[in-house]
């Protein structure tokens, strides 16, 4: 079972350092949204880098990165940050480190566009739209561990494929949940399994 963290925190270091690095960098933002507003202040996250609809915010392109590491409240931080200890550290040993991360920062950018995208779409156009967290790209994580599980079968035992399904059926249904971005979910979803697929052929590097 490859969801399951058997290491201590020296290994967990040496194993997973990209992993590491994004969870300090989730709870070094909070905090420093923390003490400058609040982590639920709209005008704070904007402040930080929040992806928004409105002038002057909108065609600031960095903020479709900066958003991945802000996150709105404790209990956001909190789900996000569990995934990215638990469930996400073995994609970071199947790809290699900067490979990982690459697909980690793609999923999140993609989920944060399509999130946008979406919503000025569907709604009038004074509603004010300010995205952050880490979701789009811990569901891209998913989707390169979904194609893992259809495509590359001896990579995963067969527990890790059940608890897979599982977990993604259980994100689909919270996604839904009043205040979540679901379009973030999806986006980076079906943006990390295609962004999987693309750089297993760019690398040509299969590791079990």
């Not at 609040?38 to 900066?66: D, H, K, Q």
């Not at 790209?137 to 001896?154: C, D, S």
């Not at 919270?174 to 760019?202: K, N, V």
């Amino acid at each position: 079972m490859i969801f399951v963290r058997y290491e201590n925190w020296k290994s967990y270091l040496r194993y997973y350092p990209v992993t590491s690095l994004l969870l300090l960098a989730n709870i070094v933002m909070f905090l420093i949204l923390t003490f400058n507003g609040g982590s639920t202040n709209e005008f704070t996250l904007l402040e930080y880098g929040a992806v928004t609809n409105i002038e002057p915010f909108r065609s600031e392109w960095w903020r479709y990165i900066a958003a991945i590491f802000l996150h709105n409240g404790f209990d956001h931080l909190f789900f996000n940050s569990f995934a990215l200890l638990v469930i996400v550290p073995p994609l970071e040993r199947i790809m290699g480190s900067m490979r990982y991360a690459l697909l980690y920062l793609l999923s999140g950018i993609l989920g944060n566009i399509i999130s946008v995208a979406y919503y000025n779409y569907n709604y009038v156009n004074d509603s004010v739209v300010v995205l952050v967290g880490a979701s789009g790209a811990i569901y891209g994580v998913y989707g390169a561990f979904l194609y893992i599980a259809l495509f590359q079968r001896n990579m995963l035992d067969e527990a890790s494929r059940k608890m897979l399904f599982t977990l993604l059926i259980m994100g689909i249904i919270f996604s839904f949940a009043p205040g979540i971005g679901f379009m973030a979910h999806f986006g980076g979803l079906i943006g990390g399994f295609f962004i999987y697929g693309l750089m297993i052929r760019i690398f040509k590097r299969r590791t079990s």
